[in-house]
């Protein structure tokens, strides 16, 4: 089956600092990677999602890049806010499959 | 995005009680609806998956007459746990997807944290 794995496990940035987390999956007929942040004490929130026939989504400051030949895809934020502090799950699903988490990013942005 | 509403946010039952956690979605039609157990510090467990009129599908290890999900509308699901223990103690998230669970994405539910005493 799939197996997703994320990194790193936690990470802390100055406020105003980018942020960068990175997910590899296994299985190539994978296609669509959402990201998630989860608050604490709350159910996730999808943030930004890509599917496999693009190879970069831009949100205002957070975007997602994929690529599909070394089956890794990241989420960068940039500018980061304090209010950026989360755990952040990145998740891959292949088409008729149920999604399959990553172990969660912690993210510390400091003041 | 898509709102899942789940209820109640908190509760405490007894133990050997049964409680029961409801999971709507408000502005679509979820045809299906996942369950996810999360302990503290770790990722999304799935328990079961539901759609709309069927049975669940549950997970290996997870035990359906412990945890009885129903999918009676297109808009709501709700997950029971039976005869709580201790143990079960733990977050509840649900999430729902419209067109037909894995053509689309998934919205997640605000969580429910359950403490049986």
């Known amino acids: 089956g799939e197996n997703v794995e994320q990194h790193p496990s936690t990470l802390s940035v100055q406020e105003g600092d980018s942020a960068v987390i990175k997910c590899t999956y296994s299985?190539?007929?994978?296609?669509?990677f959402p990201w998630y942040k989860q608050e604490l004490g709350k159910g996730p929130q999808l943030i930004i999602d890509?599917?496999?026939?693009?190879g970069e989504k831009k949100d205002q400051r957070i975007a997602v890049t994929l690529n599909k030949t070394a089956k890794h895809f990241s989420l960068h934020i940039t500018e980061t806010q304090p209010e950026d502090s989360a755990v952040y799950f990145c998740?891959?699903?292949?088409?008729?499959?149920?999604?399959?988490f990553g172990p969660g990013t912690r993210l510390s942005v400091l003041p | 995005g898509a709102v899942v509403s789940q209820h109640p946010s908190r509760v405490i039952c007894k133990s050997g009680t049964s409680v029961k956690i409801e999971c709507r979605s408000l502005?679509?039609?979820?045809?299906?609806m996942f369950w996810y157990r999360q302990f503290p510090k770790q990722s999304l467990m799935l328990m079961a998956t539901?759609?709309?009129?069927?049975?669940?599908?549950?997970e290996q290890g997870v035990e359906k007459d412990k945890f009885l999900i129903n999918h009676a509308s297109l808009t709501l699901s709700t997950l029971t746990v039976t005869s709580a223990h201790p143990e079960d103690s733990s977050f509840y998230i649900c999430?729902?997807?419209?067109?037909?669970?894995?053509?689309?994405?998934?919205?997640f539910g605000e969580g429910s944290w359950l403490t049986v005493v």
């Open positions: 999430s729902a997807s419209d067109a037909g669970g894995y053509g689309n994405t998934i919205y």
């Open positions: 299985d190539s007929a994978s296609n669509y």
């Open positions: 890509i599917r496999s026939n693009v």
């Open positions: 998740a891959v699903r292949n088409y008729g499959q149920n999604f399959v």
């Open positions: 502005d679509f039609q979820a045809t299906t």
């Open positions: 539901s759609n709309e009129g069927s049975k669940a599908t549950y």
